[in-house]
């Protein structure tokens, strides 16, 4: 009985006895930026910037690409060297001969254009290493401005003569539609636009549009024309299509329900 009672005193006392509360933690006061941590950031900046530097502006080109712009250099150079060759060759053959025989001679145009230009990397072919005031480039683009002037003057003929003559007596019928002086003009513009408004002859090219827009306006008329010719059949037609749709109509059902 008495252990039991001093059991109970302890425990009375043990509750009424205060806690020990425990001391707050101390707080982490570190200064990132200071004085002390300038050192070691200045290292770590001129690290990095180091890298970026290496890796990016002082690093040269991958050596795919280097010896891809070596193999279209040689390629661009050799076609260079050969049309210039082909053409010099041609221009001694029609020597006292008529002017008009040396033009039909020329190359065309696009592919001239195409040794000057390239499409895939849309820039100049130049670009791959060759000097552009060298002998054949000069050349190339001299023979684009002869070749492109000639073939605008033709396309511009043939079709104002498509546009005047009545289409039985006509020669020249691929170009009555206009698509062919057409693509030319779009042609022009997209040599201008790429190397240079001076590639192309103004007056040839402002020809070439005067004669679209006056096939434009013949067309219109012809148009005209034929609708004119057309109204005395017109009621007939306005009855006939609708009947002739009805009877089709008509029949589909009647094979279904067969």
């Known amino acids: 009985f008495e252990q039991s009672e001093v059991f109970v005193v302890l425990l009375h006392n043990m509750a009424a006895a205060p806690m020990p509360t425990p001391a707050p933690d101390a707080e982490m006061n570190v200064e990132v930026f200071s004085q002390g941590t300038a050192a070691a950031w200045t290292t770590v900046l001129v690290g990095v910037s180091t890298l970026f530097v290496a890796n990016f502006l002082l690093k040269g080109k991958a050596f795919a690409i280097v010896e891809g712009e070596r193999r279209k250099r040689k390629k661009y150079t050799e076609l260079m060297a050969m049309?210039?060759?082909?053409?010099?060759?041609?221009?001694?053959a029609a020597e006292g001969k008529d002017n008009d025989d040396e033009l039909a001679d020329l190359p065309e145009a696009d592919r001239i254009f195409n040794l000057l230009w390239d499409d895939v990397k849309e820039a100049r072919t130049t670009t791959y290493g060759i000097a552009p005031q060298s002998d054949d480039v000069k050349f190339m683009e001299d023979l684009l401005r002869r070749s492109l002037a000639n073939e605008m003057t033709?396309?511009?003929?043939?079709?104002?003569?498509?546009?005047?003559t009545p289409m039985q007596d006509l020669e020249n019928g691929e170009y009555a539609s206009?698509?062919?002086?057409?693509?030319?003009?779009?042609?022009?513009?997209?040599?201008?636009?790429?190397?240079?408004?001076?590639?192309?002859?103004?007056?040839k090219l402002q020809e070439a549009r005067d004669v679209i827009r006056?096939?434009?306006?013949?067309?219109?008329?012809?148009?005209?024309?034929?609708?004119?010719?057309?109204y005395p059949i017109f009621p007939y037609l306005a009855i006939a299509i609708p009947a002739q749709m009805a009877v089709e109509g008509l029949q589909s059902i009647y094979y279904m329900v067969a």
Do not use: H, P, W
Request: proline share 0%; charged share 40%.
């Open 83 to 92: 049309v210039k060759q082909d053409v010099e060759a041609r221009k001694m």
């Open 154 to 164: 033709i396309a511009t003929k043939k079709t104002q003569e498509a546009v005047e």
């Open 214 to 230: 006056l096939m434009a306006t013949t067309q219109r008329k012809n148009l005209a024309s034929l609708l004119e010719l057309m």
């Open 178 to 203: 206009g698509e062919k002086l057409k693509d030319k003009i779009e042609f022009c513009e997209k040599v201008m636009k790429s190397l240079g408004k001076d590639y192309v002859d103004a007056a």
